[in-house]
């Protein structure tokens, strides 16, 4: 297979089952972002709006439930994937599922919400982790287009959350919430459509497990799985029935909790019982930092699926001549950002390192967050304006999603890198599998925070936005501190003692 592959270069270069993944995860991604970027909108639209008429408290407190536990469930989707089903499997049957979902989100009955949602999260677990893996795969060691193939395909991602947000936008403004969440479906049906027709061009890429369990421990596996359905959907029933009745807030703070303790705990276990040498240990912490700052920076950034995305609703001046702009339409800033900007940081990395400039991981992070903070400090002056009681002109959140690009830029491929490069070699898996948990973090944090903006209370406002915008840089100003003494950690040999002093 490696061999056929290094020969391959019908797609742009690349090998043709980047084509396969390239137009899986665009379509996926359409999906995906298209609904989010309506979620807070339709959880607090008015019922006369089609809308569930939840509280913004509750609404941004389930959207970060709900992005949060997207994250988590990668972790045992890439486990089935490796020992139960394999990547190709699991990419199909969680499109399936995920298309499902969106069927059922574009039913009208609130009934029906939560389980939709449910199904999303589910699918999207078991695609969205392997699919990235997969593009590895088509890539032999050696190959030097690794690389550009993964930036090919972070083009992909890009492209498909604007059509998402561009056509679901629109359908959701003028034809209704419902209609987008079926656009959604269909997005996500050609995906799998395409998928199926040229999954043969991924050869042997994931094709199977990585790890073979004993028939005894996949038996075991597959009962846990499927007790783990039941018992979610028994849970899913009663909640939807009313027999349980859940506080949407309380339950985000406790998973929150839930999910700082178990990444504390696994770091923790690694680090102490891990047998690691000096060196690696010291590894490891400058990695703490990168994963600090990456919390910290989610929780910012996730606000523009919640508070932003409502902030655009309602007290943005959307009308450009007769036309008026779909409040998810200013989230698609954020992908057009990307695509023109990053080959610019590509570009502007590879010529520090040229000069013996390039900046350590903790050093980029630390500036990544602070910069998105900034993002802040233009809405707290726009949150001024609007709480005067004026619309707010759109490039006050234009500007903002760009200062919040040009932080991402800084930190979401860096801080990825830095687990790649500063985790002990044989947990390398484990532990991007721990970094993940602070994407679950952050957005289950941001949810929260999104949830003390009150519609009723405008004046408090732009001192909310000032606290997120005071206490981001504050953090990234102490891991930029840090950072002074981390590089030279982020540099030792990974087991060389002697150097480790």
């Known amino acids: 297979m490696t061999d056929k592959t290094n020969l391959d270069t019908s797609f742009f270069g690349h090998p043709g089952g980047l084509q396969t993944l390239f137009f899986t995860e665009m379509w996926e991604r359409m999906s995906y972002y298209g609904m989010r970027a309506l979620l807070v909108l339709f959880m607090t639209a008015s019922l006369q709006e089609e809308g569930l008429a939840f509280t913004v408290a509750t609404a941004t407190a389930i959207y970060g439930l709900y992005t949060g536990a997207v994250y988590f469930m990668g972790l045992p989707g890439g486990w089935m994937a490796d020992r139960l089903i394999g990547g190709q499997n699991a990419v199909w049957y969680g499109g399936i599922i995920i298309m ?61 959350s604007v059509i998402g947000y561009i056509v679901c936008g629109y359908l959701a403004t003028n034809m209704g919430y419902h209609y987008a969440f079926g656009a959604a479906a269909v997005g996500m049906a050609i995906g799998l459509i395409q998928y199926k027709i040229t999954r043969p061009k991924l050869a042997g890429a994931a094709d199977g497990p990585t790890v073979h369990l004993s028939p005894k421990n996949a038996r075991m596996s597959w009962m846990i799985i499927y007790g783990f359905l039941v018992g ?33 705990a696994y770091y923790t276990a690694i680090f102490f019982f891990g047998n690691l040498d000096g060196n690696e240990k010291k590894r ?52 057009f950002f990307i695509i023109i900007l990053s080959p ?33 400090i233009v809405m707290f002056f726009a949150a001024q304006i609007a709480a005067s009681g004026l619309k707010v002109a759109p490039y006050w959140l234009v500007m903002t999603y760009f200062l919040h690009t040009v932080g991402e830029l800084c930190l979401s ?33 941001a949810g929260l925070l999104a949830g003390n903006f009150d519609p009723s209370r405008l004046d408090e406002m732009p001192g909310l936005y000032m606290q997120i915008s ?5 953090i990234g100003i102490v891991i930029l501190l840090l950072s002074m003494k981390t590089r030279f950690w982020e540099k030792l040999p990974p087991s060389d003692l002697a150097k480790a002093e």
């Open 100 to 160: 499902m979902g969106h069927i059922v989100l574009a039913i009208p009955s609130t009934q029906t919400f939560f389980i939709g949602l449910i199904l999303v999260v589910l699918g999207t677990g078991l695609l969205k982790p392997n699919i990235g893996a997969m593009v590895g795969m088509l890539y032999s060691d050696e190959d030097k287009r690794r690389d550009s193939g993964y930036t090919l395909y972070y083009m992909g991602i890009n492209i498909g």
């Open 232 to 264: 979610l959907a028994l849970l899913t029933y009663a909640v939807t029935t009313g027999a349980i009745i859940i506080d949407a807030v309380a339950l985000a703070k406790y998973v929150a909790i839930f999910f700082t303790l178990v990444f504390l």
């Open 284 to 335: 490891l912490g400058a990695l703490f930092l990168v994963c600090i700052a990456s919390i910290c920076f989610w929780a910012g950034f996730e606000q523009a699926g919640s508070s932003l995305n409502l902030f655009g609703r309602d007290y943005t001046d959307r009308m450009l001549g007769n036309f008026e702009i779909p409040p998810a339409w200013f989230q698609s800033a954020n992908s």
């Open 344 to 376: 610019f940081f590509a570009a502007l990395w590879i010529n520090l390192g040229k000069r013996m400039m390039d900046p350590s991981y903790g050093f980029k992070c630390a500036i990544g967050l602070i910069i998105m903070a900034t993002g802040f």
């Open 413 to 445: 491929p860096v801080a990825l890198s830095a687990v790649s490069k500063l985790s002990p070699k044989r947990f390398a898996g484990q532990m991007m599998g721990v970094f993940v948990l602070t994407y679950s973090i952050g957005n289950v944090v």
């Open 470 to 474: 005071l206490f981001s840089i504050a």
